[in-house]
């Protein structure tokens, strides 16, 4: 048996080789490894893709994540309203802009916002509301939009996990994820579901003028070539992830449903075990599985994951400790964040590998080996 990788970008990359070492080859024949036409390009491929108005590529997730907040013209001290069960950029940048987080607890099902619980947490300083579309599930958005104009607060949508979802809307309006908030941003580091070979970012928006904006701040500040209207930073895609991503747009829906065998599988191996939650699918989200995440009811994740690993199959704790449970937050107060869904998600959470590459072996020998760990567990 191929061994078993949370994610198996080699044999990924291997399908398509050929096509990338031309594309590649043929930039450093050119020599335009900053701006050149492949970045466009795939601008436009990804404008259509999502239907948006404008992609804005950038170096990373985590600094789409910052320019986003820059654009919008945060202040210090502005709060900002996002969950703490997510990867820890989320909310670091919104500290880094010394803006304060103010941590949301998520639907115990989704694992995403609780949009109830967000317009309760709305005072007259919340500048803005950063949804996270986690493991590929997409965060509730009626309710956020609705909330979001209501208090005119804008939303930027954080899916670095989720490109490719959509979400459909009560009058039966179907959107991708990352299109519907004021701002959407993605990360296409290489084990993402859209990833390139190295760092890479995008943010996206329907409005000309935030669009220029983001522009603006993604290119220090520059609103012609040697002028500085305001501090920004400087964020590029670079041409040779551009060229990968250019092949692997095209294939990303093939990717999905890749993903989404796995999860069916997955589904169908573990329904109606009582010690096991697999992953909630909302009528109104179509889920890209960045992760297959269990929730354990009652047995010992350390024992499953050390069980697991026995056997070559890898498994991860994404996240095993919430944004508001780290240290670089402890002077806002900790613990003291009433979150008891989020403090509760993470003792129970475990993911398994789910990727474009799996074969039938390697799904079979994971799904016996989580049963078996079931079968020893109960005795
Ligand atoms: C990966 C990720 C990011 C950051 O993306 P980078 O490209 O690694 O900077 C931000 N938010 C979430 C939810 C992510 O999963």
Do not use: W
């Not at 220090?220 to 209207?229: E, K, P, V």
């Amino acid at each position: 048996m191929v061994p078993i990788q949370m994610v198996d970008l080699k044999r990924q990359y291997l399908k398509i080789k050929p096509q990338v070492e031309a594309a590649m080859a043929e930039v450093l024949d050119n020599a335009a490894f900053i701006n050149g036409a492949p970045v466009q390009q795939f601008a436009t491929a990804l404008q259509e893709y999502l239907g948006v108005k404008h992609v804005i590529p950038c170096a990373n997730g985590t600094d789409a994540l910052q320019i986003a907040m820059m654009a919008l013209d945060l202040e210090p001290g502005d709060e900002v309203i996002t969950p703490s069960f997510t990867f820890i950029a989320t909310a670091e940048v919104i500290a880094l802009l010394k803006l304060k987080p103010v941590f949301v607890d998520v639907d115990p099902k989704t694992f995403c916002l609780d949009p109830v619980q967000v317009e309760k947490a709305i005072t007259a300083k919340t500048k803005a509301i950063v949804p996270v579309h986690l493991y590929g599930h997409s965060a509730d958005m009626e309710p956020l939009m609705e909330i979001s104009r209501k208090h005119n607060i804008p939303v930027i949508e954080d899916n670095a996990q989720a490109i490719g979802g959509n979400y459909t809307f009560k009058d039966g309006t179907v959107k991708k994820v990352g299109s519907i908030g004021q701002i959407g941003c993605t990360s296409f580091f290489p084990s993402k579901n859209l990833g390139c070979y190295g760092d890479g970012g995008a943010l996206f928006t329907n409005d000309d003028a935030l669009a220029a904006k983001i522009r603006m701040v993604a290119n220090h500040g520059q609103s012609a070539r040697y002028y500085h209207d305001v501090v920004g930073v400087n964020s590029r895609l670079d041409t040779l992830q551009a060229v990968v991503l250019n092949i692997k747009l095209p294939l990303l829906d093939e990717y999905i449903m890749a993903r989404r065998a796995v999860a069916d599988a997955y589904d169908a191996a573990f329904a109606g075990i009582p010690q096991i939650t697999t992953p909630f699918r909302a009528a109104n989200s179509f889920h890209v599985y960045h992760q297959y995440t269990l929730q354990l009811n009652g047995i010992d994740r350390n024992a499953l994951q050390q069980y697991l690993q026995e056997r070559q199959v890898p498994a991860m704790i994404y996240y095993p400790v919430a944004a508001h449970q780290q240290k670089m937050f402890a002077h806002l107060g900790g613990n003291d964040f009433n979150l008891p869904i989020t403090n509760d998600l993470t003792t129970k959470v475990i993911s398994l590998p789910i990727h474009t590459e799996m074969d039938q072996d390697q799904l079979q020998h994971i799904i016996d080996s989580v049963h078996s760990f079931l079968n020893q567990y109960s005795k």
